[in-house]
């Protein structure tokens, strides 16, 4: 089976300040692994993906996260964080099952204060 | 469509009436899923469609919830004497599995509150 746990429910940082969501996962495939963004009452955006190629990934808004395997983990990272990050995010796995279905960690609500 | 479309974008009913909600999604993408979001969740994984066959219904809360996919083109999720717990987000997704890109295109949703 596979799932995600985002060890995080509610992150607050500073404007200007690094970001970190943690994300470790469990497959017992070789997993795609996403980051998904969801503003207010807007509809989820693909930050960036993981598909077994580099391991660490860079994706839009200056975000970036590296896969580990050793640590199972999928860690989402922004050097400086500015106030339109926040936002909900997810990290999400596939592993090919179900067609590709995405199974979602339950999230993490960014706070991003001035 | 250039993305993936879902109406009505929001729906208030009575508990005991039944509701169908619809996603039309990207031109050409074979496989679709319907996921369902509540207050402060994550998503929850529904059904999802391969063409026009549902290989996978697990995530179907009970009976009383259905979908059908024709023409491998657009979905209609139903919700048969919706009750008060069935308030939430209601999102479609669809992908290519044809090809190597496994990003997963999302509606904007149908929020659905039963009163």
């Known amino acids: 089976a596979q799932s995600v746990t985002q060890l995080d429910s509610h992150v607050s940082v500073s404007e200007g300040t690094p970001v970190l969501l943690r994300c470790n996962y469990s497959?017992?495939?070789?997993?795609?692994l996403f980051w998904y963004v969801q503003h207010p009452n807007k509809g989820l955006q693909l930050l960036l993906k993981y598909t077994s190629a580099a391991t660490l990934v860079k994706g839009i808004n200056g975000f970036e996260a590296e896969f580990k395997k050793s640590e199972t983990s999928f860690h989402l990272t922004k050097p400086s964080a500015h106030m339109s990050d926040a936002a909900e995010y997810f990290c999400?796995?596939?592993?090919?099952?179900?067609?590709?279905?995405?199974?979602f960690g339950k999230g993490t609500s960014l706070l991003v204060t001035p | 469509g250039a993305g993936v479309s879902q109406s009505p974008s929001n729906k208030v009913t009575e508990k005991g009436k039944d509701v169908e909600l619809r996603c039309d999604p990207i031109s050409g993408h074979t496989a679709l899923y319907w996921y369902r979001q509540s207050l402060g969740q994550g998503l929850e994984f529904l059904i999802y469609?391969?063409?026009?066959?549902?290989?996978?219904k697990s995530g179907l809360p009970s009976d009383r919830f259905s979908a059908e996919r024709t023409g491998g083109s657009v979905s209609t999720l139903t919700i048969q004497r919706t009750q008060q717990e069935d308030s939430a987000v209601y999102l479609c997704a669809s992908l290519d599995v044809t090809g190597m890109n496994t990003e997963a295109f999302f509606g904007q949703g149908t929020r659905l509150t039963v009163v």
């Open positions: 469609f391969q063409g026009n066959s549902a290989p996978d």
């Open positions: 999400v796995v596939s592993d090919g099952r179900r067609g590709y279905a995405l199974n």
């Open positions: 497959s017992s495939y070789s997993p795609s």
